[in-house]
């Protein structure tokens, strides 16, 4: 809990100061587009929207712009092209140049890449965009390294862009061994690999195959590997050579999609989790977790410490699926809250839409004790399992919700009783606060009549006796049943630890894409 309060204090601390610093982009920006301060300053207040731009990020896209002889005024002008991503760029202004496109590459074509790639041949000639004598068919053939020669009727008044489909497809027939299956199944699902270059394209599938040991069935069973940035794959083993102590290269032989992930990004998110104390094993067992970025995991930390609910289970080894799925179990628990649900897991908050409807269905309001000891671990140490062994002795432990215990201890420690005091007297933790408190102030006001019914001198009680003396008196009220742990409002029976609600037959449907059943307002 300290590693997280601490981390969410850093993270505060960071947007405040990222927040801080906004005055002095046009002073970064200056020498990167290669203008006076005084016009990027102007520049940008004309452009606001420049300024939510992340700005590590975008020196890097001027420096690129820079690189293919894009001039300041062309920036100034066109100040749109910022925002897109650094590796789109990249694509645009190679497939323009694998096209012919040269003397004609201005920030303008650039930003135009869309339109342009859908035109015919005879208007990128008739616009002095590409020479007139080109002959396209030889120069996108020049653009492989092995002979790539597909059968096609084609002039120029043929488009571009259907030209690259029918080169790409002669390639991976070629290259990779595609038949009419892969071939559909790639423009059906992966239809952006048209906006690839060639020589991207040809060095992400040699990288996979010859320093990722790809097999072409691995390739073709994840097309969207296609997509990846070939930079991004060769810093990714020198930038980040393990994940929770497994070697990069092995790892994503099994979990593919971190490689779709910047390496920068991945470095950050090991950073976060290194900070929170998360186990290797726990780590490895929510992998997806890469594929969000930093920041993401950081706004999801900070409402994970607003909700007290989830805050408790930050002491859990698998908080890290609180994170993940961090939309829907927040749903999820809104909505169990209005079936008056006071015992759901960690598991049921982010397990599939399958088992979390199971659980509804079943109505029953209680923990397997998982939680329950993770959560006494935490707080007992070493003694975690013996004081389990404890609470488990008492008939209806498992409708206690952990937040309770957790309130329960801490309420305890501030009014000076020892974890110790605590350990001898466990089913303490098992009561509503309300009632322990009562008590406690009962025998603290030291009433004879009371000291005469307990047959207790109270002023000789240490504080491990005054909690067995509160707990006695408590059980006293409910004839030492075990019924003394459900709360007022819950009905004391059998039945109070059933849910009876209709369940909406939209749950399973919409709570696995994390929306809210129409009708959870009224399941009460």
């Excluded at 590693?3 to 801080?20: H, I």
């Excluded at 100034?76 to 140049?97: D, G, K």
């Excluded at 690259?164 to 991976?172: A, C, K, P, T």
């Excluded at 939680?371 to 609470?391: N, P, S, Y």
Aim: glycine fraction near 4%; include cysteine; charge should be positive.
């Amino acid at each position: 809990m300290l590693r997280l309060r601490t981390f969410y204090r850093t993270f505060c601390q960071k947007v405040a100061k990222e927040s801080a610093t906004s005055p002095d982009v046009a002073r970064l920006y200056a020498p990167h587009i290669g203008a006076e301060y005084r016009v990027v300053q102007k520049w940008l207040l004309n452009n606001p929207a420049l300024l939510e731009l992340d700005q590590d990020e975008t020196v890097k896209k001027l420096c690129y712009l820079k690189y293919v002889h894009v001039t300041p005024d062309e920036i100034l002008e066109q100040p749109q092209v910022l925002f897109n991503h650094l590796i789109t760029l990249e694509n645009r202004t190679t497939i323009l140049r694998e096209c012919g496109l040269v003397e004609g590459l201005t920030l303008n074509a650039i930003g135009n890449y869309l339109k342009l790639i859908r035109k015919s041949i005879v208007l990128l000639k008739r616009n002095h965009l590409i020479p007139k004598d080109l002959d396209m068919y030889e120069q996108l053939k020049r653009q492989f390294e092995c002979a790539v020669e597909p059968k096609l009727q084609w002039d120029d008044r043929t488009l571009l862009q259907d030209m690259r489909i029918r080169f790409f497809n002669e390639f991976l027939t070629k290259r990779l061994d595609f038949g009419a299956a892969e071939l559909e199944k790639l423009w059906k699902s992966y239809s952006k690999i048209k906006h690839k270059s060639f020589g991207h394209t040809q060095r992400v599938i040699d990288i996979l195959q010859y320093d990722y040991k790809f097999s072409r069935d691995k390739l073709v069973a994840n097309m969207y590997l296609l997509h990846a940035d070939p930079e991004n794959l060769l810093r990714f083993p020198v930038e980040v050579p393990t994940i929770g102590g497994i070697e990069l290269k092995e790892l994503v032989v099994r979990n593919p999609k971190i490689m779709m992930v910047n390496h920068s990004s991945v470095k950050q998110v090991i950073g976060i989790l290194k900070q929170l104390d998360i186990p290797d094993g726990e780590v490895l067992k929510s992998l997806a977790l890469f594929t969000l970025s930093p920041k993401t995991i950081e706004y999801r930390l900070e409402r994970l410490m607003a909700v007290k609910e989830f805050e408790v289970l930050t002491k859990h080894p698998r908080v890290l699926r609180l994170i993940q799925y961090h939309t829907k179990a927040a749903l999820r628990l809104e909505y169990l809250q209005q079936l008056k649900v006071r015992c759901a897991s960690l598991d049921v908050l982010s397990s599939n839409s399958q088992n979390f409807e199971r659980y509804v269905r079943e109505g029953c309001d209680k923990t397997k004790g998982k939680d329950t000891g993770h959560v006494l671990k935490h707080i007992f140490k070493e003694r975690g399992e013996a004081a389990l062994k404890l609470i488990k002795r008492h008939p209806n432990w498992y409708h206690v919700p952990v937040l309770q215990m957790q309130e329960t201890v801490d309420a305890l420690l501030k009014k000076k009783f020892t974890l110790d005091d605590i350990f001898n007297n466990i089913h303490v933790l098992l009561y509503p606060l309300n009632r322990i408190e009562e008590k406690l102030t009962l025998l603290q006001n030291g009433d004879p009549k009371l000291q005469d019914e307990l047959g207790v001198e109270l002023y000789r009680a240490n504080k491990t006796q005054l909690l067995a003396l509160a707990l006695y008196l408590v059980e006293l009220d409910f004839h030492f049943t075990g019924d003394g742990v459900w709360p007022e409002q819950v009905q004391q029976s059998d039945s109070s630890s059933t849910i009876n609600v209709e369940l909406p037959s939209s749950l399973s449907g919409e709570y696995k894409f994390g929306k809210k059943p129409p009708s959870a307002n009224s399941s009460t």
